[in-house]
């Protein structure tokens, strides 16, 4: 699986003296995909002290301005979304815009943009990194963990 060797990083609750602002957004399609990876983020978020401010949005290829919307008042965000292939290109199509536009937005921002985008070829794949009791990785930790990580200048030179 590709979670192995999976960095892990200390969370602390605060930045620069105050509670850290941490906001997740999330896709409303595959709810059960989608409740694993929301429960990941928030669970470490509640690990750190944090209660994040979760905005959902109509699918994977809204993230990226669910997110910039988020960044204009948050320390960090969680991207989280689903795209499972089909028979047709919209598949690589929503994964493109998504994953370039999540990048646009942190560059753009500088505000850490987690990322819990799960590209998947079946169902399956996407339950097996959702988190959910019986999966073999939690995607939604791991994004959240990461943006939490550069919120607090994991990383800086």
């Known amino acids: 699986m590709s979670g192995s060797g999976a960095p892990t990083t200390a969370i602390t609750p605060g930045l620069a003296g105050r509670p850290l602002r941490l906001a997740i957004v999330a896709a409303q399609w595959h709810d059960a995909v989608m409740n694993g990876l929301i429960g990941g983020a928030t669970r470490l978020a509640a690990e750190a002290g944090i209660t994040p401010d979760i905005i959902r949005v109509p699918g994977s290829f809204e993230l990226p301005l669910g997110a910039q919307r988020a960044a204009a008042d948050h320390d960090a965000v969680v991207a989280l979304g689903v795209v499972i292939r089909g028979g047709t290109p919209h598949f690589d199509y929503v994964c493109d815009g998504a994953t ?58």
Not at 104 to 129: H, I, K, N, S, Y
Not at 130 to 137: K, T, Y
């Open 100 to 157: 370039a536009g999540l990048m646009r937005v942190m560059l753009d921002t500088g505000v850490p943009v987690g990322f819990g985008l799960l590209t998947c070829d079946d169902e399956q794949q996407a339950l097996d990194r959702a988190g959910l009791e019986g999966s073999v990785e939690d995607k939604g930790r791991e994004a959240a963990a990461a943006a939490l990580a550069m919120a607090r200048g994991a990383g800086a030179a």
